[in-house]
């Protein structure tokens, strides 16, 4: 059975998944070039059955995650003032959807008359319209968001038997639903409205901070090290708790206008970083209580998650350290982008046995063919060399300390960059973070990731192998060894911790070739890895995307398929450099 996915809200996409194996999955951002776009992955479509090798007419079914329509749920790229002194809260406050319902079946039921199905009709019979005009004839289910992030976590686990928990801002009308998941099947425990989320809390210092919130919690999250989480932790526990009785987080606050001044006014005696740090410490006390909670009522030691709470790798780290769990899976499309996966995974186990099973990779996007990379090269008038061990010729740039920007073969799924569409450097320059964010154009707070052998990560990461298919995906931090820090100052962040891609010859046979290389020319085992892209520019998918990438990052080579262009303008490191770089090693 082949059923085609589709995720339409925070991070639109397709996928096309065969009897319970993802072929293909894309996110509409890196086709059209909208960062997270929200709306109906019209190119995502396309893309995906072409990459499946799969003719329209040979899908069964089409899954649409969502129940209630994207276009009036909250969007939480606009949902909190970016000025809170001039701009007053859009949607949800203009509709006045405060405590009194928020906390209700009332609050669910409103939630849901902002999501008629009037609206949701017309919307929905307009892709209707493209769908069947892109040969696409099979019934059209749409399928509840959570229950969505539920499967993409499950059925890609590779365990029969686990608790499988979203967390995310809203969903449906919820911020979170728990399933016990056995054989296959998943049941549905509990749930809590969305009014509780502590995801209104983070995002809200995320617009605070004067960053964008539903695209910058990653910034406090890293911000938050440089922080004491004790200065303004009451703050927040007094405007959100966990309560066990309830099996719930509690909102005592309310949503709007009043709220966020309240708050603001609050939290203006604080620094930055203290208030990061305190909101991060009480979403891991509130989040792994939780977990914990769920955990002892259900005896289900081994935890799968998704939603876009999961993005936050700190928090993912405090729950792989709970003594009553056991291992810890993150799905590695945690957020709303893996909602078309787990819509077809969903519909995919109504009519057809499907088997938890471990992803191999998350290669299932783009391709990259070398007659596309060498036409786009000469059409950009870029001199290039063709190379037969391009793994091996880029090592040797690294090991000589150059920055190369690499672009090979299928695209990654998810928001992390696995070595496929990423920026490649030595993890030895503890200077790094500041002038390569500067040549990008970026702000952050933490460190650049590590890639590392997987035959070497135990020397390196304290805990591992606990949790090493979730590390795999870049989707938590470990605490560095002595020797990371002495070797990699890098990637290693003001807390002692990194958040490393495992890299083994089974996940990526290419990137893992570059790693033993570089090793064997160096004596080290990884490199710094990051998003090939622009900051504020999704992650490079086409030939051009990386070719324009490469010219405005004023990188040192691209790395491109087989070819490898040189940047005109770069000098070359000095021996002393070099001589250095083998001295720490040594």
């Known amino acids: ?130 769908l069947r005009s892109e040969g696409i004839t099979a019934k059209i289910a749409t399928i509840d968001h959570h229950e969505a992030h539920l499967a993409s976590a499950y059925f890609t686990s590779g365990w029969d038997s686990c608790l499988s928990l979203s967390l995310d801002g809203v969903g449906d009308g919820y911020c979170s639903r728990i399933a016990v998941c056995r054989g296959g099947q998943m049941e549905t425990i509990h749930k809590i409205p969305f009014y509780h989320t502590p995801g209104q809390y983070y995002g809200f210092v995320t617009g605070w901070a004067g960053f964008t919130p539903g695209k910058h919690e990653g910034k406090i999250t890293g911000l938050a090290a440089h922080g004491d989480p004790d200065s303004a932790i009451d703050i927040f526990r007094d405007r959100i708790s966990y309560s066990e009785d309830k099996f719930s987080f509690v909102n005592h606050g309310m949503w709007g206008w009043a709220e966020y001044e309240h708050l603001s006014r609050r939290l203006e005696p604080f620094g930055k970083a203290d208030v990061a740090a305190s909101v991060q410490k009480h979403l891991e006390d509130l989040v792994t209580r939780y977990i914990n909670q769920a955990v002892e009522e259900t005896g289900l030691r081994k935890v799968v998650l998704s939603g876009g709470i999961f993005a936050n ?16 899976y993150i799905h590695p499309n945690m957020g709303d982008g893996g909602l078309g996966v787990g819509s077809a995974l969903v519909e995919q186990a109504k009519h057809f046995p499907i088997v938890p099973s471990r992803l191999d990779n998350v290669y299932f996007g783009t391709d990259l063919k070398g007659s596309q990379i060498e036409n786009e090269l000469r059409n950009g008038g870029l001199p290039f060399q063709k190379y037969d061990n391009i793994e091996l010729e880029i090592a040797k740039l690294l090991a000589t300390g150059y920055v190369v920007a690499r672009a090979s073969g299928r695209m990654e799924y998810g928001p992390r960059a696995l070595g496929n569409r990423s920026i490649l450097y030595q993890a030895t320059d503890a200077t790094v973070n500041e002038w390569l964010n500067k040549r990008l154009k970026r702000t952050e707070f933490m460190p650049f990731a590590p890639a590392i052998l997987r035959e070497r990560t135990g020397a390196y990461y304290e805990g591992y192998p606990s949790s090493e298919y979730a590390a795999e995906f870049m989707t938590m931090t470990y605490d560095a060894t002595t020797r990371c820090k002495r070797e990699a100052p890098a990637i290693v962040h003001v807390d002692g911790t990194a958040r490393p891609q495992v890299v083994s010859e089974r996940t990526n046979p290419s990137f893992h070739q570059i790693l033993r290389e570089y090793e064997r020319l160096t004596g080290f085992p990884q490199i710094i890895n990051t998003s090939f892209n622009m900051h504020e520019e999704p992650i490079v998918c086409t030939p051009a995307d990386a070719i324009r990438a490469f010219q405005l990052g004023h990188l040192d080579f691209l790395a491109i398929g087989s070819y490898v262009v040189r940047n005109p303008d770069l000098q070359d490191p000095s021996s002393s450099d070099i001589r250095e770089i083998h001295a720490i090693h040594a």
Do not use: C
Request: proline share 3%; net charge positive.
């Open 313 to 328: 790798v700190k928090l993912n780290q405090r729950i792989r350290e709970l003594e009553n769990v056991k291992e810890v």
């Open 1 to 130: 059975m082949t059923v085609l996915g589709i995720g339409l809200q925070h991070d639109a996409g397709a996928a096309v998944v065969s009897d319970g194996r993802v072929l293909a999955a894309v996110n509409e951002e890196r086709l059209n070039r909208k960062k997270l776009y929200w709306g109906w992955p019209r190119l995502s479509v396309g893309e995906v059955l072409g990459l499946a090798g799969i003719h329209p007419s040979d899908i069964d079914l089409v899954a649409v995650a969502n129940t209630t329509h994207s276009t009036y749920a909250p969007d939480w790229e606009n949902f909190y003032p970016t000025d809170l002194k001039r701009r007053a809260l859009i949607r949800l406050s203009k509709l006045g959807l405060a405590r009194a319902i928020g906390g209700s079946q009332l609050g669910i039921s409103s939630y849901r008359l902002l999501n008629s199905k009037r609206l949701r009709y017309f919307e929905t019979h307009r892709f209707e319209d493209f």
